[in-house]
C-alpha cells in the first residue's frame, strides 16, 4: 500500500510538469489547450507555468519524505495538494482528473493527522497514568 501511494505521488507531480511544459511553450501539446477559467494575459502564463513547476516539486518532495518515513510529509504533501487543485481549478478543462489524485492524497493526509493526533493523545493519558501511580506510591 504504500509503495502504491508513493507512486501515486510521484506519477501525480511529474503530471504537473505538463502544465510547465504547456504554460512555457517548451513542448507542443495540442491535447492540452492551455484554457484557464479566467482569462490570463500573456505574461501571466510564464507564472502559470512556474506555479505547476512548484505544485510538482512540492509533491516530489512530499514523496521523498513519505519514502524515508519522515513524519513531516504529510505537511508538505498538504501544501502540493491546495496549490495542484487551485491550479487544476484554473485549468479545469486540461486537468480536471487530477482532481482524483488530490482526494486521495487528501485523504491519505487525514489519515495520517488522525493518526498522529491519536498517538499524541494516547502519550498525553499514558504520562498522566504513570504520574498519578508514581504519586500514589509516595
Known amino acids: 500500500m504504500r509503495t502504491a501511494f508513493l507512486v501515486l505521488l510521484t506519477v501525480h507531480a511529474l503530471l504537473h510538469l505538463l502544465g510547465v511544459l504547456k504554460s512555457w511553450g517548451l513542448a507542443a501539446l495540442p491535447e492540452l489547450s492551455g484554457r484557464t477559467i479566467v482569462p490570463l494575459p ?25 519514502g524515508l518515513r519522515l513524519e513531516s510529509w504529510w505537511i508538505v504533501a498538504a ?12 485549468q479545469w478543462h486540461d ?29 498525553q493519558r499514558l504520562d498522566l497514568l504513570l504520574s498519578d501511580a508514581r504519586a500514589q506510591r509516595e
Open 42 to 66: 500573456a505574461g501571466a502564463l510564464r507564472a502559470l507555468g512556474a506555479a505547476w513547476l512548484i505544485a510538482a516539486l512540492t509533491l516530489l518532495v512530499a514523496a521523498l519524505l513519505r
Open 79 to 90: 501544501v502540493g495538494v491546495a496549490l495542484s487543485q487551485a491550479l487544476i481549478v484554473l
Open 95 to 123: 486537468a480536471k482528473a487530477g482532481t482524483w489524485a488530490n482526494v486521495l492524497i487528501a485523504c491519505a493526509i487525514a489519515l495520517t493527522l488522525a493518526d498522529h493526533r491519536l498517538r499524541d493523545r494516547v502519550d
